[in-house]
Structures are given as structure tokens and as C-alpha cells.
């Protein structure tokens, strides 16, 4: 590929600087906060948007600022690619061994860790040391390319759609927040309510709790009982329940609390967990009497069953081989004795129809009434596209490695971007510890994104 090793040697020469501009960037803890006139997503992530504006004009680009809600930094004109990168953060949580928002260098790994560095911040620096690559090398291209810098993609991407409202977006574009090779196609989500009241004075169940997102397996569940003893409930036991920690225990006025522990994961890949308030459901169906909310139990825990993450039991399984199947989770439930909320989460294929696997699942939880919190249709860019294949090509021939593309149960930043497709920046089998604890970027990597957004650039504006 032309420019290849020229891009190379510049980035290697200007290292110092991308790292630096890494740095600064890193420092600004940019986790969404308190909204203000002017400061839309509140103060740090708009703190974030003019430091990188203002280094983007430094070195010679045009700016724009779509109202504090998202930035555009432009080289030449009649822009053909938009590289779309995001400034915000999550909250550092805990667990660090290093600052978070510090960036350090540890040698001995050859690693950036800091929060940011992998998601997005390290591939907004790469991206605009690839702009710069380019343009301080003086290729010639015949078309403009647009880095695209918002600052609400961990929350819902609001600066996004204000952008697309208020600017244009060129007619290809991808964003450096997703994995290496490609992702062209990211299923379908729909979020489901059930509700129910409960006023026939027979409720058993005191209180019930599980889950704390709608997009994760809930890794623990407990619930407190009147009317049955541990021995019963020890009795009523049927089966072993793989991968969970059940336990119980009696208050001074005998109620008995079970507890279930289960594992975590992603509702995209609910495969990986094990559910905690499903288990919890199984067991408490056989020491539950009668009444409406028994019957609510029951009809929860027969169409949500323990293990089951394809939906078979609501009867929406389905799968293509594009997209792969259907997942399924019940994610989040609260109860006491006269009301109960659950929520589940759904990642639908290609072939299928929100509308339809809605319906079917409200269907499959009567008496339970439901509504829908979300529903959002799958994105599919096509393989074949000349824009896909090149950016596979590029992959390639940086990495040494086959370029192919990936289908996701998540959403990307180009969800609602028709034609778009996240090209990396993470890069196969590689944990960055992304939203989690001592996340980073390795330095070969930094460097390896900013050639290959370079290339992409020469190749599809050239
Ligand atoms: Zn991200």
C-alpha cells in the first residue's frame, strides 16, 4: 500500500507528541455531569471538546463546534470520510493500581494505562496524528476527511444526534470505538417492561430485588418469604442449578431470605453469565401457594427458564448467518407483596422484526401487562461495499492478518449512521480493560491505529 512506511516513519518521529496530546487529553476526567447553559453534557466532557479543538487548530486544521454538543475538525474540502471518535469517559470506579486520570507509561508492558486511553481518547489522538500524517507529508488527495469528535457516547449518544440534526455527515464514515477487523452488523435491541399490582391479600413474597442494569445478567438476586421454613424450603428443592451459590437464612420473626449469587455478563452475551434472578424465580415456584402474585412468579420463571438465553420458551428463538441468534435476558426485577416491575433486554437478527419479537414475548408473560422502553432496529453495512473492503485491505496490510467482518449483539457508535461500521481500535484477543479498572492502550497499538486511519485515509480520499 503507497505511503505505508512513509506514514510510519512520521508517526515514529512524532511519538513524543501524540503521546503528550494523549496525556493532557487523559487529565481531564470527562464523565458526563451536571447539564448548563452552553454545557450540554456538563463541564469536563465540554472541557475535553475545546482542549481538542484548540489542538486541532494548532496544527492548522479547520474547526467547528456544533454548539458544545460535538466538534468537527476538517483537512481540505468536499469531505468524502468521517472518522467519528467520542471525548467522554466513564467514571473510574475502583479497583486501580494507577491514577486514572493520570496517564502512565509502565515500560515494562509497553502500555498507556489510564482511563480513556483505549475508549475513545487513545483512537481520537491516533486519528488526529493520522490527519496530521497526511497532511504533513503533503499526500495529495482528491476528497476532504472530517474527524467527528462528540462527548455523550457513554450516555445514550445525545451529542450525536444533535449533530446529525445540526451538520452533515460525509457519506462514509467509521468510528475507531468498536474491534478490529470490521463490524458491519450490530443486531437489533429491544427493552421490555412487565408490570403487575397485587391486591388479593395472598402475596407470600415480602420483597424481591435483583439486577442493577437492563443490559447486564444479573450476578445476584434475593428474596425475603413469610409462611414457609428453611426445611421446606431445602425440600421443595429440585434440581442442581450450574455456576450459582444458593443460600438462606431466618429473621427473629421467622421470614426467610434466599439469596442466589450468579455471574455477570454483558446481555449481549448473556451466554458468558449465569443468572441470579432466573434461578431465584425457579426455586421460589415450588414453596409459593396460590394468588396473583404466585401466578406472576410462574409465569415469569416459565417463560424466562434458567440457563435459556435464545428466547425458546417465549418462542422468539431465531437465528441467521449473518447475525447470528437471538439472545434473550431478563435483567433487572423489583417486588413486594402488592407490586412487581422486571425488565428485560433483547438482541435481535437481521431477519427478525422488533415489532414481532416484541409482541411474542409480551404474549408469552401473560397475566403480566407490559410496555416497550426501547426498540431499535439492526444496522447492517454491506460486506461488499468498496468502502468495507478497503478498510479490511488496510487492516490487512498493517497487521499481517485477515481482515473480516464482524457481527455484534451491541450497538456502536454508528448505530443510527446508515452505511457506517466501527474499524477498531481494539484489537483481536486483546482485553483493554474497557470501562473497567487500570484500562490502557498498548503502544504498538496507538501507533498501529494512526497508521491504519492514515491508510484508510490516502486509500478512500485519495
Ligand atoms: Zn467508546
Not at 468536499?78 to 509502565?106: N, Q, S
Not at 397485587?198 to 434475593?222: M, R
Not at 421443595?236 to 438462606?248: D, H, L, M, P, V
Amino acid at each position: 500500500m503507497q505511503y505505508k512506511d512513509q506514514i510510519r516513519a512520521w508517526l515514529l518521529a512524532h511519538e513524543e507528541a501524540m503521546r503528550d496530546d494523549l496525556s493532557e487529553l487523559v487529565a481531564i476526567p470527562s464523565v458526563k455531569g451536571t447539564p448548563a447553559a452552553g454545557a450540554p453534557f456538563g463541564e469536563k466532557p465540554l472541557e475535553a471538546l475545546h482542549l481538542m479543538l484548540e489542538k486541532c487548530q494548532n496544527y492548522g486544521f479547520s474547526t467547528d463546534n456544533a454548539d458544545n454538543y460535538a466538534g468537527c475538525v476538517s483537512y481540505g474540502k468536499d469531505a468524502k470520510l468521517g472518522i467519528l471518535a467520542h471525548l467522554d469517559v466513564v467514571p473510574a470506579g475502583e479497583g486501580w493500581i494507577h491514577e486514572p486520570f493520570a496517564m502512565t507509561y509502565d515500560a515494562e508492558t509497553d502500555k498507556y494505562i489510564g482511563r480513556g486511553t483505549s475508549d475513545d481518547k487513545g483512537p481520537a489522538i491516533a486519528a488526529l496524528y493520522a490527519m496530521r500524517a497526511v497532511k504533513e507529508l503533503g499526500i495529495p488527495l482528491k476528497h476532504g476527511v472530517q474527524l467527528i469528535l462528540g462527548t455523550d457516547e457513554e450516555n445514550g449518544s445525545d451529542d450525536l444526534a444533535y449533530y446529525m440534526r445540526h451538520r452533515e455527515l460525509p457519506p462514509m464514515v467509521f468510528t475507531p470505538d468498536g474491534d478490529y477487523p470490521v463490524i458491519n452488523l450490530e443486531k437489533g435491541m429491544a427493552r421490555v417492561e412487565f408490570h403487575a399490582e397485587f391486591s388479593d391479600g395472598k402475596s407470600q413474597i415480602l420483597h424481591l430485588s435483583a439486577g442493577e442494569a437492563v443490559n447486564a445478567v444479573p450476578a445476584y438476586a434475593e428474596a425475603t418469604v413469610k409462611g414457609v421454613t428453611i426445611d421446606e424450603f431445602l425440600a421443595s428443592r429440585q434440581k442442581e442449578y450450574a455456576g450459582t451459590g444458593i443460600g438462606c437464612s431466618v429473621d427473629e420473626n421467622d421470614l426467610l431470605t434466599i439469596r442466589v449469587d450468579g455471574r455477570n455478563a454483558h446481555a449481549s452475551t448473556p451466554e458468558t453469565g449465569r443468572n441470579a434472578l432466573t434461578c431465584l424465580l425457579e426455586i421460589l415456584c415450588p414453596i409459593l401457594n396460590d394468588g396473583k402474585q404466585a401466578e406472576a412468579v410462574r409465569a415469569l420463571s416459565k417463560a424466562f427458564p434458567f440457563g435459556e438465553t435464545d428466547g425458546t420458551s417465549c418462542g422468539v428463538k431465531i437465528a441467521d448467518d449473518i447475525s447470528g441468534a437471538l439472545t434473550l435476558v431478563l435483567s433487572v426485577m423489583r417486588m413486594d407483596e402488592g407490586k412487581l416491575t422486571a425488565d428485560c433486554d433483547t438482541r435481535f437478527p437481521v431477519c427478525a422484526s422488533g415489532t414481532n419479537v416484541i409482541t411474542q414475548i409480551g404474549a408469552s408473560v401473560r397475566p403480566l401487562a407490559y410496555n416497550v422502553l426501547m426498540c431499535d432496529d439492526p444496522h447492517y453495512t454491506d460486506e461488499k461495499s468498496p468502502f468495507v473492503q478497503t478498510l479490511l485491505r488496510v487492516y490487512e496490510d498493517v497487521t499481517g492478518e485477515q481482515g473480516k467482518c464482524l457481527a455484534i449483539g451491541g450497538g456502536t457508535y454508528v448505530h443510527h449512521i446508515e452505511g457506517g461500521v466501527a474499524f477498531g481500535a481494539t484489537f483481536p484477543g486483546v482485553d483493554v480493560h474497557m470501562h473497567g479498572a487500570e484500562e490502557f492502550i498498548q503502544r504498538e497499538h496507538l501507533l498501529l491505529d494512526a497508521q491504519m486511519m492514515a491508510l484508510a485515509i490516502t486509500e478512500l480520499c485519495g
